[in-house]
């Protein structure tokens, strides 16, 4: 059994409005030292598969269905549960 840990990003070339706005209520509250916010989805799933076969499900999973390939940048983090 494993703990994975999925975070979805947008992908650079993408505009984050709602990143933008979470700036830009930092900056009109005084926190100026921040230029940048991204907004992304994080999960977690527990999954029963042999380590060698939980990236290629993973990848399946997110490509599938956990994100928007043409939008979103993903990564993972696995544990032994």
């Known amino acids: 059994m ?3 840990k999925i975070y979805v990003t947008l992908k650079k070339s993408v ?3 709602q990143g933008t706005a979470v700036k830009d209520a930092a900056k009109s509250m005084g926190y100026e ?3 940048d916010v991204r907004i992304g ?3 977690e799933l527990k ?3 042999t380590e060698r076969d939980i990236h290629e499900l993973l990848d399946e ?3 599938q269905l956990l ?3 043409v939008m979103e940048d993903y990564r993972y983090e696995i544990e032994e549960a």
């Open 61 to 63: 999973l997110c490509d």
């Open 41 to 43: 989805k994080y999960m």
């Open 33 to 35: 030292a921040v230029n």
């Open 47 to 49: 999954v029963e598969k």
């Open 2 to 4: 494993y703990n994975v």
């Open 67 to 69: 994100t928007n390939p």
């Open 15 to 17: 505009l984050d409005p």
